[in-house]
């Protein structure tokens, strides 16, 4: 057949250079790879929350706007009262339209290591990202390089992940910032890892006009539902709400999340338990000969082996059943580092036991 299609003329350069984000299958293994809450609900609220499912109309669309499932984000997690709140598909949807919002010349900042969407969605739509490397010693921001950063580039955009993935450690506050100070452009504080630290911008919103707080529902124990926010300006949410699909939000989401949220002591309880197991799992790596854990205010614990050691590691705790995250591939400051889900007690007593088995076969 003669070939009608060629690939490489049809899609854009940035498409075809891109590769896809990849998850591993966890079929019959515990799932310590992708910062889930562990826990299911008790049955009773399963059922409470089944029944509140029965009158959703599936056969119309769900609410353009959201508007019950955003007064309830707005009083659960008390927004600011003059700013405005858009709903995403998950986070990763709200770093989307932010992206997609900007001039094609624009430029995106963040320190490097940080979450891979940014580059990602950045480098997908055309536009310049920068990645300023953190210290390497604390995985702490370098302030006069991202200083430095700001006044050469002039980013559009900063995402500052607060607490940071994949290192787990909430950045200095005042070097935060000073960064939103010097900023011409927008601070997206990124804090999907909220629940799990005793900080928040929430509360600066009103002193920085650039500033926006982004969160998500996903770590908090409702991945599957994929449902993320970000409260600002209302005239920034106005423009990002131009972009956003009309029924981004599907009317189960809708529904679940804010039955959830209104049931939020349930949560409470759950992410107590797991700030507690992440103190255990750090004692635990810690009195391992040849692991260094890093300090973590969020429900993974990221950590360094000995060297060239990482993938034999990574690949030993599959094979005795425990997903991980192997993040010696992304190199950099990252050679070496596995991370790791705070899971249930008894998944993480298995994981430590994995590790000191693939530790002394080594
Ligand atoms: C997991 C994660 C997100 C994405 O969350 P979703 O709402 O599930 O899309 C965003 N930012 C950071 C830093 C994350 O770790």
Known sequence: MPQKIRITRLFRKEVLALSA??????????????????????????????????????????????????????????????FDVLLGNGSDEIIQLLLMALPPDAQVLAPDPGFVMYKQLSQCLGLTYHGI????????????????????????????????????????????REIITKANGLVILDEAYAPFADASFINELPQYENLLVMRTVSKLGLAGLRLGYIAGAPAIIEQLNKIRLPYNINILTQASTDFALNN??????????????????????????????????????????????????????????VLIKNLNPQGGLLTDCLRVTIGKPEENTAFLTALRNSLSAL
């Not at 609220?45 to 499932?69: F, M, V």
């Not at 349930?266 to 890093?294: C, K, M, P, S």
Request: hydrophobic share 40%.
């Open 21 to 82: 984000y990849k998850v591993a299958d966890a079929t019959g293994l515990i799932k310590l790879d992708a910062m889930e809450n562990p826990y299911s609900w008790p049955e009773d609220i399963k059922n409470q929350w089944l029944e509140s499912l029965k009158d959703c109309r599936l056969n119309r669309y769900p609410d353009p706007e959201a508007r019950q499932l955003t007064n309830t984000i707005k009083h659960v997690y008390k927004i600011p009262e003059q």
């Open 133 to 176: 490397p953190l210290l390497a010693d604390t995985f702490e921001l370098d302030l006069p390089a991202m200083l430095a950063a700001i006044e050469t580039h002039q980013p559009s955009v900063i995402f500052l992940a607060y607490p940071n993935n994949p290192t787990g450690n909430l950045f200095n506050a005042d070097a935060i």
């Open 264 to 321: 939020s002591d349930l949560f409470d309880q759950q992410t107590a338990e797991i700030r507690a197991q992440r103190d255990v799992v750090f004692a635990g790596l810690n009195e391992l000969d040849g692991i260094t854990a890093y300090p973590s205010s969020a429900n993974f614990i990221l950590f360094r082996t000995k060297k060239d050691h990482a993938d034999s590691i990574f690949t030993a705790l599959k094979n005795q059943g």
